[in-house]
Each structure stands twice: as structure tokens, then as C-alpha cells.
């Protein structure tokens, strides 16, 4: 009597691990070293040769800020499942800033009398390990963005200010050694 085939087993990858809230991996808004987490206690440690795939956080920020962005190639292959390190954006409150400009639009000022004005402004930048929450390391960056690049394109209901970003190619020179180097 013919036996059937033994049907062939299909590996399943690998699921991603459990990853938690960004706002509470990078300490809460305003910043608590005491109240970090880790972002991703099962996931891959930090460690040996890079890539060291890196996700962005900015607590306590307008949804629409769009820079700095971290590169492509440093995003992890599975949405946040496999992630090594965790950026943490925040306004340096000790900063004083100075008017750089206003934002213009066609028409006028959307609301009120004037255009929304243009502050400098710096960001201080906590790098942690997803998988312990340890911080890696911690520096400033200033905004550079131009006005124009400042004011959002369109708006309904802008803010009265906005401030000055800091730029992709800034903040990926500053992170390049922790995210494509050798790590401890």
C-alpha cells in the first residue's frame, strides 16, 4: 500500500519581540531618568558589529514635526520588532532662543494680525538600549533649519511660534559611530 508524502514543514519566521510605548522607553515628558524603560526587554542586545537598527522619538512633541528623520537602511526590517537602539528627542529648556524670522502665507496671516515668528532653538538627544533601557549616550544638537523650512507648508491654525530643527544629515553624522560601529 503507497504511503502519502509527508507534507513539507514551512518554517515560520520569526516574530518580532514585544516592544513598549516610545513616550515611557524615552523617561516621559518632561525627561525622568527614573521612569525609563526598556523599549524592547526580549529583543537583540546591543552589541558586536553594526548595523544597530535605531528608532526615533520625539515625547512630548507636535505630531507634525518631520525632521530630523533617521535613514532608511537604519530602520529596523520588521517595524520596531527588532530595534537596538532608541533616540530620544527633546527641547533643551535651558536654552533661550532668539527670533529668526516669520512665517509667511498667502493672504496674510492665517489668523489674527501677524505670521507665526521663527525661534532657534538646541535638542538634547538620549540614545538608549531597547533591550535594558541603559542610556549609550547624550548630546545636543541646535536647530538649522530655515525659517521656510520651519513653517509648516499649510496650516488652518498654526501655533503662534515654531522653532528651528535640527537637520537629518546633523543628527545621522552625530549617530552614525553608535548605529554602523562596533559596539560594546
Same mark, same amino acid.
Given at each position: 500500500?503507497?504511503?502519502?508524502?509527508k507534507?513539507?514543514?514551512?518554517?515560520?519566521?520569526?516574530?518580532?519581540?514585544?516592544?513598549?510605548?516610545?513616550?515611557?522607553?524615552?523617561?516621559?515628558?518632561?525627561?525622568?531618568?527614573?521612569?525609563?524603560v526598556?523599549?524592547?526587554?526580549?529583543?537583540?542586545?546591543?552589541?558586536?558589529?553594526?548595523?544597530?537598527?535605531?528608532?526615533?522619538?520625539?515625547?512630548?512633541?507636535?505630531?507634525?514635526?518631520?525632521?530630523?528623520?533617521l535613514?532608511? +537602511?537604519?530602520?529596523?526590517?520588521?517595524?520596531?520588532?527588532?530595534?537596538?537602539?532608541?533616540?530620544?528627542? %527633546?527641547?533643551?529648556?535651558?536654552?533661550?532662543?532668539?527670533?529668526?524670522?516669520?512665517?509667511? %502665507?498667502?493672504?496674510?496671516?492665517?489668523?489674527?494680525?501677524?505670521?507665526? +515668528?521663527?525661534?532657534? +532653538?538646541?535638542?538634547?538627544?538620549?540614545?538608549?538600549?531597547?533591550?535594558?533601557?541603559?542610556?549609550?549616550?547624550?548630546?545636543?544638537?541646535?536647530?538649522?533649519t530655515?525659517?521656510? +523650512?520651519?513653517?509648516?507648508?499649510?496650516? %488652518?491654525?498654526?501655533p503662534?511660534?515654531?522653532?528651528?530643527?535640527?537637520?537629518?544629515?546633523?543628527?545621522?553624522?552625530?549617530?552614525?559611530?553608535?548605529?554602523?560601529?562596533?559596539?560594546?
Open positions: 500500500m503507497p504511503t502519502s508524502p507534507p513539507r514543514e514551512i518554517p515560520t519566521p520569526p516574530r518580532p519581540p514585544e516592544t513598549r510605548d516610545g513616550y515611557d522607553a524615552c523617561g516621559g515628558d518632561p525627561f525622568d531618568a527614573g521612569a525609563v526598556a523599549y524592547s526587554p526580549d529583543g537583540p542586545a546591543w552589541s558586536g558589529p553594526g548595523p544597530h537598527p535605531a528608532v526615533l522619538f520625539r515625547p512630548g512633541s507636535i505630531p507634525e514635526v518631520e525632521v530630523p528623520q535613514p532608511q +537602511e537604519w530602520s529596523p526590517s520588521v517595524p520596531y520588532g527588532f530595534t537596538q537602539l532608541v533616540v530620544c528627542e %527633546y527641547s533643551d529648556d535651558e536654552f533661550e532662543g532668539e527670533k529668526v524670522g516669520d512665517c509667511s %502665507y498667502l493672504g496674510g496671516a492665517p489668523y489674527g494680525d501677524r505670521d507665526p +515668528e521663527v525661534f532657534s +532653538e538646541r535638542y538634547i538627544y538620549r540614545v538608549f538600549e531597547a533591550k535594558t533601557g541603559e542610556l549609550v549616550a547624550e548630546f545636543s544638537l541646535d536647530g538649522t530655515s525659517v521656510d +523650512e520651519s513653517c509648516p507648508e499649510t496650516s %488652518y491654525a498654526p503662534s511660534t515654531y522653532w528651528q530643527r535640527v537637520e537629518s544629515d546633523a543628527l545621522e553624522e552625530e549617530l552614525r559611530p553608535l548605529v554602523e560601529g562596533n559596539a560594546p
